[in-house]
Structures are given as C-alpha cells and as structure tokens.
C-alpha cells in the first residue's frame, strides 16, 4: 500500500482540487462586492482552508478557533471544549466558518452556538466532508464538498490521535489502527 496503515485511498488530491475550486467559485460569486471572515477550526481545517483561501476572488480575512471534541479516540465525547477563541469578534462580520467534516454536528452546533451569539452580519457554514449517516443534532451546511461513508479518515488535514495529517489525499483508516488491534 502506498501509505502505512491505510485501507485505501478515498479521495485523490485531484478531486480535491476540482471540488475545491468549484466552491470556491461559488462562495466568490455569492459574496461578491462583500469582505468575508473565513474561520477555520483548528486543527483538521487548516489544508483545506489554505487551498480554499486561494481560489476566493474576494477580500478575506482569516481568523481561527480550537476545540477539541475527539481527543485521540474516533468516537465522539459529544463534550466540545474550546481551547482557543477568535482573535477578534465577528459583530458585523460576514462569518465563513470552515471545517474539515462534520460527523455528529456537535462540533459545529456548538462553534455555530458561539459565533451566532456575536451577532455576525452573515453566518454560513463550508465543509470539506459530511458523514449524514452520523448525525446527531440536525446543521445546516451552505457549502460541501462530498458526502462520504462512515468510516474514519485521515489525510488532507485529518488526523488520527494527531497522525497522517500530511497526506494530500483523503485515506481509509484500517480499522485495526483506532479499533486497537495495531
Ligand atoms: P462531530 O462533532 O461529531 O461532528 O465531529 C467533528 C469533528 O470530529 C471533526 O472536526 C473532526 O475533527 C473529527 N472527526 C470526525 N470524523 C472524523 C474522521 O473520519 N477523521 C478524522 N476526524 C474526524
């Protein structure tokens, strides 16, 4: 296999490019004449935000929050704890929150919670990845890239007890690395 411990490629980096760039067009076209404040969640967002950033065509500016909900295990906690807030407030802000994938949508309700109670000016939601068959609290997603199965994936910024987030693929985790057989 190209990678230790990975079932299989999911999605290639080329895919990723080209669902990149659509939505970015997107995204640029519905702010248009506007000025964005791009969140990213920190840390599984931080590649697919970096290659977002560059294919908007409007001003943006860029801000972080961290929350941990995962630890190092694949289960939910469903306890979100920030560890990290914004450097500014988003009052009046056209608020762009990025995730690297949304799985119970604790994480996000919790961080959409928080932004909203700021009174941003907009709020929307950009997720690289969303496992629908995970859901437990319902969230609104404004702009996706794919929809994948419920299995556990690294690469691309995801990571595995703090692992193979430097893969430039979206990779199958082998169920015996986090079911711990390895
Ligand atoms: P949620 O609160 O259950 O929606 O979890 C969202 C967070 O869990 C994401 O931002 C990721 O950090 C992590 N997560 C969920 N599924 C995966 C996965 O398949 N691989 C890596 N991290 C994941």
Redesign the pocket.
């Known amino acids: 296999m190209l990678y230790p411990d990975i079932e299989r490629v999911l999605l290639t980096r080329q895919q990723i490019q080209e669902r990149v760039a659509v939505l970015g067009e997107e995204i640029s076209a519905d702010y248009r004449g506007k000025e964005l404040l791009a969140i990213g969640?920190l840390k599984?967002s931080v590649v697919f935000l970096a290659d977002l950033l560059r294919v908007l065509t409007v001003p943006v500016e860029l801000d972080f929050i961290a929350v941990s909900?995962?630890g190092s295990s694949?289960t939910?906690s469903g306890v979100?704890r920030f560890l990290k807030d914004l450097d500014k407030s988003v009052t009046g802000r056209e608020v762009l929150l990025v995730?690297?994938?949304?799985?119970?949508?604790?994480?996000?309700k919790c961080i959409a919670e928080h932004l909203l109670s700021q009174g941003p000016a907009g709020f929307k939601v950009c997720a690289l990845l969303d496992?629908p068959s995970?859901r437990k609290v319902p969230v609104k997603i404004d702009y996706l890239g794919f929809s994948v199965p419920d299995?556990?994936?690294?690469g691309y910024g995801?990571?595995?007890a703090g692992r193979y987030r430097n893969l430039p693929d979206i990779c199958v985790l082998q169920r015996e690395v986090y079911e711990g057989g390895k």
């Open positions: 969640v599984g909900s995962y694949s939910s979100v995730e690297d994938i949304v799985d119970t949508g604790l994480t996000l496992k995970r299995r556990f994936l690294v995801l990571d595995y």
